[in-house]
């Protein structure tokens, strides 16, 4: 209640004073719901900007100019170049769009296998239930890089191997609160009266589970990018999955290693920045999203 | 207490068989030949049909699956755990070496920000709205969003080459005979690896302490205290650090999982030889033995932290021991 008006004042005075949520002006709250959509979209819309440009720069990102080898960023080249004369600018967007593309389709196919084992769980008796927590307990328990390492060695390595490695390995935290919000629904009050007044079950799921369940899915499946994105350039960077000649962050980083003695900054640095700058947009669409479709966390 | 320790190791322990009968599955499924993958590309494209029958036949590669881990089971449990192709050595010899670096990494990582997470985080929640408490949000939320590897090509880039306070990589300076290499090279030689870890790791811990910590300031006790007239800091150390530290605690036994993602990359970026460089190289290189030993041992280290975690819980907080007594 009030949080921005608790930022001006001393902790201890707000400590001691509450301020009733009338007082506030109402102006300011409409600014802040507009703020919330307004840098959710924003920073969706800069996302799609990246994997556009990522796209339409990926011929640039391949050619080499031996002329111009070894550059550091300058007016022609921002990020520089590398020993091959290839545009670090390029390269960085091109494998930007990569990686964020692979993350989207990881994100969402984790998601969806999170709400069915979630759904299983909670409806599916207490059998299930314990089944499929002990198997969650199971995959929290093998670290996340190890088990990106298997499945990516079982699908001999390759694009594929990583994109389903990054895909199969994202659901059990989802999983957990999935779980936990259809039990809460399904204990609720307003389903018990649904089946009192003989509703049918799947209009009991249509009509009072799904928009329970649904905000949370939606916030759960955006907060995924930044993971799957983040795993996806460290299993490249680790030597699995993508061929050199696609530009993929972790490719990038992992191919600056080698020049790192030899004094070249830019190949690492810029790469690097434009990484975590995206995933920090994810974080913004994520959190701003959970504002506005979750009533309990808006006043935050 | 001696069941409730009981009933937590037998759970400790169906859930690493489960680890290794996934670890094992999932490395049979791979196409990568191990037996193209030991003699080399150049030796099998020359070999004789025959030979290449024999060969098949004295790794077993006919014998199903589960015969396969049967027998690797029962040499396991025996202390054999098969010898890794690619370090051409016992992979109990490689393990064991490599996961004392390991844990030692982990250890200073995970000690260091645990303790620097806690601390900042109970000074931004006690001073929120302050510049301390933005700059120490700033940091967790760009943090969070930083991947360790690239962290670690940074320090290397700036405290290695550029300045040469620390050496580029492995674990004792090259050249040096084991026997002559000194605690202080180890030292010199885990700072920017375990600086990376801690720096990473300190994130999620802060954040966490400090909204507790807000929560705590809020909560009655602490306002009758400073009612009392007791100060802020005062109030924080006699009332405050016990709930805090309790949480803190949970938390960071349950990121050793990701500590331990992190050290694979940071000793990737460092050349330092620990399992997660080992585990890089045995899926690169198709060491099926030596893959599915670290399988096993990661997540030892992950299900051992629980344990530990779960354990101190019953100790520190007898309501919970009691819980667990009357449920199981």
């Keep these: 209640m009030g949080k921005w008006n608790s930022a001006a004042l001393h902790p201890r005075e707000t400590q001691f004073m509450s301020i009733p949520v009338l007082h506030v002006p109402l102006r300011r709250r409409v600014t802040n719901r507009k703020v919330t959509v307004a840098s959710c979209i924003g920073a969706a819309v800069l996302l799609a900007i990246v994997v556009v440009a990522g796209q339409l720069l990926a011929g640039q990102a391949v050619t080499a100019d031996f002329s111009a080898k070894s550059l550091m960023p300058s007016a022609d080249h921002l990020f520089g170049t590398d020993w091959m004369g290839r545009d670090m600018l390029a390269r960085t967007f091109a494998g930007l769009s990569t990686s964020v593309l692979i993350g ?5 196919v984790s998601a969806l296998i999170a709400l069915a084992i979630a759904a299983i769980a909670a409806l599916g008796g207490k059998r299930a239930d314990a089944v499929v927590t002990w198997f969650v307990d199971l995959f929290m328990g093998i670290p996340h890089i190890v088990m990106l390492i298997l499945i990516s060695y079982a699908l001999g390595k390759g694009v594929v191997g990583v994109t ?31 089946q009192k007044l003989g509703q049918s079950r799947l209009r009991i799921a249509l009509t009072h589970m799904v928009p329970y369940v649904l905000p949370q899915f939606i916030v759960g499946l955006v907060l995924l990018f930044p993971h799957a994105i983040m795993h996806e350039a460290a299993i490249t960077f680790l030597g699995f999955g993508l061929p050199p000649d696609i530009p993929a962050i972790g490719i990038i980083l992992s191919e600056s290693m080698s020049y790192l003695s030899a004094g070249m900054w830019w190949l690492a640095l810029f790469p690097g920045l434009a990484l975590v700058l995206t995933v920090m947009l994810f974080d913004v669409v994520g959190s701003n999203l959970r504002r506005i479709l979750d009533p309990h966390s808006s006043q935050e | 207490m001696a069941r409730f320790i009981l009933k937590h190791i037998v759970r400790l322990a169906l859930l690493l ?109 006690v001073k929120r709205g302050s510049i301390v408490d933005k700059v120490v949000k700033a940091y967790c939320f760009v943090l969070a969003a930083t991947p360790t590897f690239w962290l670690g090509l940074l320090f290397l880039m700036v405290f290695a080459v550029a300045l040469g306070w620390f050496p580029i990589g492995f674990s004792t300076p090259i050249g040096k005979a084991a026997a002559d290499v000194t605690l202080l090279d180890v030292a010199h030689h885990m700072v920017l690896p375990a600086i990376t870890l ?24 602490v ?56 585990a890089v190289t045995a899926a690169l290189g198709g060491d099926a033995a030596l893959l599915v030993a670290i399988a096993v041992v990661s997540s030892a280290f992950v299900f051992g932290g629980n344990l530990v975690a779960n354990i101190l819980y019953g100790m520190i907080d007898p309501r919970i021991r009691r819980g667990e007594a009357a449920r199981g």
């Design chain 2, 198 to 221: 801690s720096v990473v790791g300190v994130a999620q811990i802060a954040l966490h302490t400090r909204e507790k910590t807000i929560d705590v300031m809020e909560s009655d006790y």
């Design chain 1, 104 to 108: 989207l389709l990881a994100a969402c």
């Design chain 2, 17 to 125: 068989f489960a680890v290794s009968v996934i670890a094992f599955l999932l490395i049979s499924l791979s196409p990568v030949d191990p037996v193209q993958a030991n003699v080399g590309q150049a030796a099998w494209t020359s070999m004789s049909e025959a030979k290449r029958a024999q060969l098949a036949e004295y790794w077993g590669v006919d014998v199903p699956i589960w015969q396969r881990y049967v027998n690797w089971l029962t040499s396991t449990l025996q202390g054999d755990l098969g010898t890794s192709l690619r370090y051409n050595a016992p992979v109990a010899d490689v393990i064991s070496w490599r996961a004392g670096n390991t844990l030692l990494l982990m250890a200073v990582a995970w000690v260091v920000s645990g303790v620097l997470g806690f601390t900042l985080g109970i000074v931004a929640g």
């Design chain 1, 164 to 194: 389903v490695a990054v895909s199969l390995t994202h659901w059990p935290s989802l999983t957990r609160v999935l779980r936990a919000e259809i039990l809460q629904c399904r204990e609720s009050q307003f389903v018990a009266h649904a």
């Design chain 2, 223 to 278: 306002r009758f205290a400073r009612a009392r007239g007791m100060g802020t800091w005062e109030a924080v150390r006699r009332h405050g650090l016990r709930n805090l530290a309790l949480p803190a605690i949970t938390l960071q036994f349950a990121s050793i999982s990701e500590i331990f993602g992190g050290s694979v990359l940071v000793e990737q970026v460092f050349s330092y030889p620990g399992l997660g460089q080992a």
